[in-house]
């Protein structure tokens, strides 16, 4: 079956810092790969997505992500992160059958501090 | 993208009784779902709702328990039933298809339930 591990649940950073939230899946086939985030009192939403090609892609707001397949990760990052960012990140995967049935993370709580 | 509401929104429930949460969605969509997040865990697949056929359920979640209804592209109903404490979760319902975009899910509001 698959899974996904999110290895920090909350992450406190000052504003400007950089930012890397480490996400790890297991999942024997191709998959397609998300980042997910949630600010607090809204929806869910796609924050970037990976389904083939380069490896290193950008998502919204300055995000990005690379996709190492060596070791199943699937790193989210940001240089300089901003007080706004203060939500909850969860990645996803989707194996790759059609299907669109996602396997979520645990999440990890960012707080930026102004 | 596509507007998702859920009603209700949140809602507190007695032991051994049902709550029927909505999803309304204001486009057609391909495929409609059913997620739980129990407090502190990750989102979890309940079903697929399918639209005109019963709905695809996940391992370890059955339809005596959580009935789904799907009677066209743009709403969905996902019942609780015979509540537990154990049941007191967000539920989220999410769609693909929604302005042609058939990679990306799209998901609602969610509904807290929570069950004494």
């Known amino acids: 079956a698959q899974s996904v591990s999110q290895h920090n649940h909350h992450v406190i950073l000052s504003e400007a810092a950089s930012l890397e939230l480490g996400c790890n899946y297991s999942?024997?086939?191709?998959?397609?790969l998300f980042w997910y985030v949630q600010y607090p009192g809204q929806h869910l939403q796609l924050l970037l997505k990976?389904?083939?090609?380069?490896?290193l892609v950008k998502g919204i707001k300055g995000f990005e992500a690379e996709f190492i397949k060596s070791k199943f990760s699937f790193n989210l990052r940001k240089p300089s992160v901003q007080w706004s960012d203060t939500a909850e990140y969860f990645c996803?995967?989707?194996?790759?059958?059609?299907?669109?049935?996602?396997?979520f993370g645990t999440g990890t709580r960012l707080l930026v501090s102004p | 993208s596509a507007v998702i509401s859920q009603k209700p929104s949140r809602d507190i429930c007695q032991r051994g009784t049902s709550l029927t949460i909505q999803c309304q969605v204001d486009?057609?969509?391909?495929?409609m779902f059913w997620y739980r997040q129990q407090p502190g865990q990750s989102l979890t697949l309940i079903a697929t709702?399918?639209?005109?056929?019963?709905?695809?359920?996940e391992s370890g979640f059955v339809i005596d328990k959580f009935p789904i209804s799907r009677p066209n592209l743009t709403f969905s109903t996902l019942t609780v039933s015979n509540m537990s404490p154990e049941d007191s979760s967000i539920y989220l319902c999410?769609?693909?298809?929604?302005?042609?975009?058939?990679?990306?899910?799209?998901f609602g509001p969610g509904t807290r339930l929570t069950v004494l």
């Open positions: 999410s769609v693909v298809g929604a302005g042609g975009s058939y990679n990306e899910q799209f």
């Open positions: 999942y024997g086939g191709t998959v397609n």
């Open positions: 990976y389904f083939s090609g380069d490896p």
């Open positions: 996803a995967v989707e194996g790759n059958t059609g299907f669109q049935k996602l396997v």
């Open positions: 486009s057609q969509v391909t495929m």
């Open positions: 709702a399918n639209q005109g056929s019963e709905a695809t359920y």
